[in-house]
């Protein structure tokens, strides 16, 4: 790092800024197909989330790579907090009442 000299502070390089990151690793989450029983492994991209107003209407799904079928699963609270921290795509929906 370089001191600027009109302010006195350090001026950080990109290489420096980036310096101490590693290679980030892709988050996969396991699931399973309840049409073929294929169990695998998804990017979150291959996912989507949908939070409802009530349990009952919050759900994950996804397209089952070994047979093609869509698959969707309710999400419990616990599950909208791993989906939603690895980046999977979230879409809220709104009631109409």
């Known amino acids: ?3 600027s000299p009109e302010s006195g502070t350090a001026e950080m390089t990109a290489a420096t800024a980036f310096a ?3 290679r980030v690793v892709p988050v996969v989450f396991r699931a399973g197909c309840p049409d073929c029983r294929g169990r695998f492994e998804l990017a979150a991209s291959a996912l989507r989330l ?3 107003a009530t349990s ?3 759900f994950y799904s996804f397209t089952c ?3 093609g079928v869509a698959v969707r699963k309710p999400a419990g609270e ?3 907090e791993l989906l939603t921290g690895g980046g999977v795509r979230t879409l809220r929906l709104h009631s109409t009442v």
Do not use: F, L, N
């Open 78 to 80: 616990r599950i909208v």
């Open 1 to 3: 790092m370089s001191e």
């Open 56 to 58: 009952r209407t919050t």
């Open 20 to 22: 101490g990151m590693r």
């Open 50 to 52: 949908a939070i409802g």
């Open 65 to 67: 790579p070994d047979c």
